[in-house]
């Protein structure tokens, strides 16, 4: 299966990509089969054989089916369990949030775009709907959270979610406001989550009545003037994907200024710390950000045409193949190690969380030619 498979639990070599799909679609085929999804959804592998699952509603309850549905590219024996584990899905496409093209984009939406059967617009569309529904025209984003003090907070994540709107607003012909809303939200965030050296805030709160903006905060970073490394990997995705979308070139020059900084703050081994500012602790690592970054990087690399950010991008693939980063056993259900969901409030530090295998699976199939950057 890989170069270790003579010593499985050893980990003393890095693996090539190829080795390191191959493990992935055991690992993952494995998982599909033994998992219950009444269970809930995989979200973190911190010991043992099995993932944590968590119950419905929960923004990387995508993330699992819909690895299963990229990996339906490489093999695709996996497309009946990637169908398993995604129908449950439907019972959650009111979840009042700005997640949901997480869920649904990388589930019903991936479904559709692979095998075209119509059953899974319904839901692809009722989504859409309900993100639309978060929209202000005065402050010109969807609204992020429903919790906390905030008046009407944005985060910089919500840009992966505007694909969703981007894509049906492609279905629904005559439709204009789901494709208007995702630019505009866009352009909202370019213009206020974006600063001058290309790194970006993690949080905005408007004033929903005018959309001046009240502050801007971080809540996943050091401070609010750091950069929170997963935010701007996220930066470089969300805006690669508005050019793709629109091909308006402000977008393109935003994702460029964001790849930019992010590739310019990453340290020797291409892995990059929770977040940028040298007053965080850079030993504490986060491999989400840097799968994220493998796959917006190569994205980019394509609608810019610039071979640049695709080999950043290979290289920052590669690096994540050694056993620092990377579960070659097959015992063990995650790929990547030491990933960081929340390090100011502790939680899910230097441990392994779906979403950074499904964007590193992403990478693998993207740069091995498996899938291509327009699905």
Aim: with cysteine.
């Amino acid at each position: 299966m890989g170069c270790n498979d003579s010593e499985p639990k050893q980990d003393v070599t890095s693996v090539t990509k190829r080795e390191a799909l191959t493990i992935a679609a055991s690992k993952y085929q494995l998982q599909a089969d033994i998992l219950d999804v009444e269970d809930g959804y995989p979200r973190e592998y911190s010991k043992g054989y099995h993932w944590e699952q968590i119950k419905w509603q929960d923004w990387t309850n995508g993330f699992f089916p819909g690895a299963l549905w990229m990996l339906s590219t490489y093999d695709n024996s996996f497309v009946p369990q990637a169908e398993k584990w995604t129908l449950p899905l439907k019972e959650a496409v009111n979840f009042n949030s700005h997640d949901l093209g997480f869920m649904f984009n990388n589930t019903f939406g991936l479904a559709y775009r692979l095998t075209e059967n119509e059953s899974y617009k319904p839901t692809l569309i009722q989504a859409a709907d309900n993100l639309l529904a978060r929209y202000n025209s005065k402050v010109g984003s969807i609204r992020s959270w429903d919790f906390g003090h905030y008046k009407y907070p944005v985060i910089i994540d919500n840009m992966m979610n505007l694909d969703l709107l981007w894509d049906v607003g492609s279905l629904s012909s005559g439709v204009q406001a789901y494709r208007q809303v995702a630019t505009q939200h866009a352009d909202t965030a370019m213009r206020n989550h974006l600063r001058v050296d290309g790194s970006t805030y993690h949080l905005i709160d408007y004033d929903p009545e005018n959309g001046e903006v009240f502050s801007k905060e971080t809540v996943q970073g050091y401070s609010d003037s750091s950069t929170w490394s997963r935010g701007q990997a996220w930066a470089i995705y969300g805006f690669t994907q508005a050019y793709y979308q629109t091909k308006q070139p402000q977008f393109l020059a935003s994702a460029q200024l964001s790849a930019e900084y992010f590739l310019e703050h990453l340290p020797e081994d291409n892995v990059p710390p929770w977040d940028f500012s040298p007053e965080a602790d850079q030993s504490i690592k986060d491999t989400s950000a840097a799968a994220v970054a493998a796959s917006a990087l190569w994205q980019l690399g394509e609608v810019s045409n610039n071979q640049r950010y695709k080999q950043r991008a290979s290289d920052i693939l590669s690096s994540l193949l050694v056993p620092k980063y990377f579960y070659t056993d097959t015992e063990i259900p995650a790929l990547l190690k030491l990933a960081s969901g929340n390090v100011p409030a502790g939680r899910e530090v230097n441990t392994s969380l779906i979403y950074a295998d499904y964007y590193f699976i992403e990478a693998l199939l993207l740069q091995l030619g498996y899938i291509d950057w327009r699905l």
